[in-house]
């Protein structure tokens, strides 16, 4: 089949790579280069572990406080508050210990297999370089300490996830950099991360176009359609192609094309900041998740990227860089000997659902259109099984995973 996959961030790339191995002609749209959009500047992270959801029990406790600090952890813009507050209901809504427990058995399906799902990819890319699987170290000032957040860890050991607990000389002896601020640490020895998201975004591509991919350089705008059947996609530039199928992967921009399809899904962004330290003197082997200060540390290529937090303000406002400061300033606070004389700033927009679970599934108003997005902040770790699944879809043949928990009409 002719196949336009819309999307060339990491969930558009991946399906499409598996597609391709499955004999399918595929199409991309985007009028972005591949991997610029949220997948250029996460964290890298690919962790069979990262099963829970946004949502956990008792967050509800601290949203007052989200809204009074606006260089929070997570934060809420005031103008955007009145549109993002029913969403962020039914986020909480979620949080409850049942559904927790039921929405990280769902997502530790898809992240089980993350190595197996990528393995394939890189081999046939020749990628395999921008991938690494050194561990991550979940950090704590102390064990006390990690003791609040001992429900979530236990749950993801009876899930399956490898956790080794590492007292404070073992972590100093394999990270001396962690030297002085963490106590105690959890280490997560299968998880792995990339070198460069936006690189590996790119080599995954490179090779799909070598595989004889096209690439239309432009937004989709709608469909053409005969009854339950998609024949083609029209672009801004008033372009009409013929296609057998459509893949939207269209990242936060998603829920428009989803909704044409058939399937409204309450699809909201929440971005996220990086810096960048390019000239960092740490030596960091590991990822390392500072769990207090909600801070993802990973050395990369460019150097040590510090990630993380969590804004509601939409799609369209400008970014605050001021929270890419307040993530240096924590960078420094837990590293006083970071060398921050070089940095880059970055914003991106996750796209994410209230239930902390990604849409992966057929659209409700016609067989041959597929919708895989929503990954919040997984999307790394789950492009590859998110690809593997829908050319299964796509196949008709049964899915690897039960992906009844990721239907687009759950909701
Ligand atoms: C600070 C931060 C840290 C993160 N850390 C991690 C991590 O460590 N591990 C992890 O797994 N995840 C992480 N994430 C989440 C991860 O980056 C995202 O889940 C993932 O990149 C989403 O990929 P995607 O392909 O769905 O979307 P994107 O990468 O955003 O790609 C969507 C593409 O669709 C295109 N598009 C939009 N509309 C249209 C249209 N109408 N027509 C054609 N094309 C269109 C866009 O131009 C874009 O190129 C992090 C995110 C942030 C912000």
Redesign the pocket.
């Known amino acids: 089949m002719h196949i336009a996959v819309?999307?060339?961030?990491?969930?558009?790339?991946c399906t499409a790579a598996w597609l391709q191995r499955d004999g399918h002609q595929v199409t991309f749209?985007?009028?972005?280069e591949?991997?610029?959009?949220?997948?250029?500047?996460?964290?890298?992270?690919?962790?069979p572990s990262?099963c829970l959801p946004v949502g956990m029990p008792g967050m509800w406790k601290r949203v007052p406080r989200w809204l009074l600090d606006p260089l929070g952890p997570l934060t809420v813009r005031w103008r955007y508050a009145p549109l993002v507050v029913p969403w962020l209901v039914r986020m909480l809504r979620h949080s409850t210990k049942e559904e927790v427990t039921r929405i990280a058995t769902a997502l530790r399906t898809l992240l089980e297999p993350i190595f197996d799902c990528y393995g394939p990819l890189l081999d046939d890319a020749q990628a395999n370089h921008l991938v690494k699987r050194t561990g991550c170290l979940y950090v704590y000032s102390s064990r006390e300490i990690a003791a609040q957040w001992a429900w979530g860890m236990n749950l993801r050991r009876s899930l399956g996830v490898r956790m080794v607990d590492v007292d404070q000389d073992e972590l100093e002896a394999i990270e001396p950099d962690l030297k002085g601020r963490f106590r105690f640490g959890i280490l997560a020895p299968e998880n792995g991360?990339t070198l460069d998201?936006s690189a590996l975004?790119k080599a995954l591509h490179a090779h799909c176009m070598d595989e004889g991919a096209q690439f239309v350089r432009?937004?989709?705008?709608g469909f053409e359609r005969q009854g339950r059947h998609v024949t083609g996609v029209r672009?801004?530039d008033g372009e009409r192609v013929a296609v057998d199928g459509v893949v939207v992967?269209?990242?936060?921009?998603?829920a428009?094309?989803a909704a044409e399809l058939g399937s409204r899904v309450p699809l909201e962004t929440?971005?996220?900041?990086?810096v960048t330290v390019r000239s960092s003197n740490l030596n960091l082997r590991h990822?390392v998740m500072a769990v207090e200060n909600n801070l993802?540390v990973?050395p990369m290529a460019m150097g040590l990227r510090l990630?993380?937090?969590v804004e509601f303000a939409g799609l369209k406002a400008p970014p605050n860089y001021e929270r890419a400061q307040a993530l240096l300033r924590q960078g420094r606070l837990l590293f006083p000997h970071l060398d921050t004389s070089e940095v880059t700033e970055?914003?991106?927009?996750?796209?994410c659902m209230p239930d902390s679970l990604p849409v992966v599934g057929t659209a409700a108003s016609v067989d041959n259109a597929w919708l895989?997005?929503?990954?919040?902040?997984?999307?790394?770790?789950?492009?590859a099984s998110t690809g593997r699944e829908i050319a299964h879809l796509v196949a008709g043949r049964p899915t690897q995973v039960d992906l009844t928990p990721f239907r687009p009409d759950r909701f």
């Open positions: 819309i999307g060339t961030g990491i969930v558009g790339t749209f985007d009028p972005r591949p991997g610029e959009a949220c997948s250029f500047g996460n964290a890298g992270s690919l962790s990262a991360s998201p975004v432009c937004a989709v705008t672009t801004r992967a269209a990242g936060a921009w998603s428009r094309l929440q971005r996220g900041y990086h990822t993802m990973n990630a993380g937090t970055w914003m991106g927009h996750r796209p895989a997005f929503g990954h919040g902040h997984m999307g790394m770790c789950m492009g």
